[in-house]
């Protein structure tokens, strides 16, 4: 087995169970046209993270890293009509970039993209007490996760899901001996799930179209 397997085998569920979209199609193609990294979750996560929003009766959710708007599409499809979305991204490009995505696919009136480093925007939020997110995606810089958690948590409410993508990264977590600051910071993300008690987690490996990676997903207790 292969990643060449793998991708036909994410395309073959694609094909089958999502089915061309053109609102995603053209998302993905204005970022490609912006000079975006094609590092948006695959088609079946995005439709993974949208099923997990939608089963959590999510009506207002928070995303941690925008880059061209592609997850925020799927996941703000998961709101009811009233449902709101805030999703935060550091480099004004992209956030633009997302902005006139959401827009094309009729969700701008529901999704505010933050410009800023997202500690900050997390911070500002906590401060003006803004009510509690039902489903939180984190999928910014991964050093930055554990600090990232922490306040996700005080933007939470007992049963609010917290998904964070790429925790596996080829396998590379598992090696403490790794000076890599993105693997330092998904340790201490996973670390903290642990030491929390108010914390439900597990995490799941993935393979298929963006390699070998994985998510983790937690949920808060009373
Ligand atoms: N969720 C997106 C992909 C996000 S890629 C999708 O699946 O479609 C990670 C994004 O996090 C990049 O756009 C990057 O600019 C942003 N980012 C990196 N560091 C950040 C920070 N400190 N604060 C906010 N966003 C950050
Ligand atoms: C990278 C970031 C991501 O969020 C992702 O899903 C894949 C790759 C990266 O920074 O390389
Ligand atoms: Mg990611």
Redesign the pocket.
């Known amino acids: 087995m292969n990643e060449v397997t793998w991708q036909a085998v994410d395309d073959w569920f694609s094909d089958r169970l999502i089915g061309p979209d053109k609102a995603l199609d053209d998302a993905l193609a204005a970022s490609a046209k912006a000079g975006?990294?094609a590092?948006?979750?695959a088609p079946n996560q995005?439709k993974f993270l949208h099923l997990l929003a939608r089963m959590s009766g999510a009506r207002r959710i928070l995303?941690?890293?925008?880059?061209?708007?592609?997850?925020?599409i799927w996941l703000a499809r998961a709101l009811p009509a009233d449902g709101r979305m805030i999703s935060?991204?550091?480099?004004p490009e992209?956030a633009s970039t997302a902005r006139a995505n959401l827009a094309r696919a009729g969700l701008d009136a529901q999704v505010e993209v933050i410009t800023?480093?997202?500690?900050d925007?997390l911070d500002a939020m906590i401060a003006q007490g803004v009510a509690p997110f039902d489903f939180v995606?984190i999928?910014?810089?991964k050093n930055?996760y554990p600090h990232y958690l922490e306040r996700v948590l005080k933007l939470s409410r007992a049963g609010t899901v917290i998904v964070a993508?790429n925790v596996v990264r080829h396998g590379r977590v598992i090696d403490a001996t790794l000076g890599d600051e993105d693997v330092i910071g998904v340790r201490g993300y996973v670390e903290r799930l642990q030491a929390n008690e108010r914390l439900d987690s597990t995490a799941l490996q993935t393979v298929g179209s963006k390699g070998w990676d994985g998510f983790s997903i937690t949920i808060v207790g009373a």
């Open positions: 975006l990294r590092i948006n979750v995005g995303e941690i890293g925008t880059l061209g708007g592609y997850s925020a935060l991204e550091y480099a992209n800023g480093a997202a500690i925007s995606f999928d910014a810089d930055n993508d």
